[in-house]
């Protein structure tokens, strides 16, 4: 019985750190494809916007101040709207 339970916290242990070390490399390629040669950090963070990352996600991936984070979101999240003849964007959720 004590055998069984050693494999089990043995496994848990295990799995645990297979989940840490997944996520460590989702994060890595995630930084990996931000350091494209031609690209600057506004296109890629835009492109992370629009694929439905959150915003402290895109803000740590990208080195964005709060500013330029608040600025992409309203005008790239999904949802978002640019009125014609402002540069102003307009949530659909605040209209």
Do not use: N, W
């Not at 799995?15 to 390629?29: C, G, H, I, K, P």
């Not at 080195?63 to 540069?87: C, I, Q, W």
């Amino acid at each position: 019985m004590k055998t069984i339970s050693e494999d089990v916290i043995s496994h848990g242990q295990i799995q645990s750190s297979v989940r840490r070390t997944l996520e460590r490399l989702v994060d890595q390629q995630s930084q990996m494809q931000l350091r494209e040669v031609d690209e600057g950090l506004y296109p890629q963070a835009i492109r992370l916007i629009q694929s439905g990352r959150g915003r402290d996600e895109v803000q740590r991936l990208c080195s964005l101040t709060d500013s330029e984070a608040d600025l992409l979101f309203s005008l790239h999240a999904p949802g978002a709207v640019v009125t014609k003849g402002s540069r102003a964007a307009v949530s659909s959720r605040d209209r």
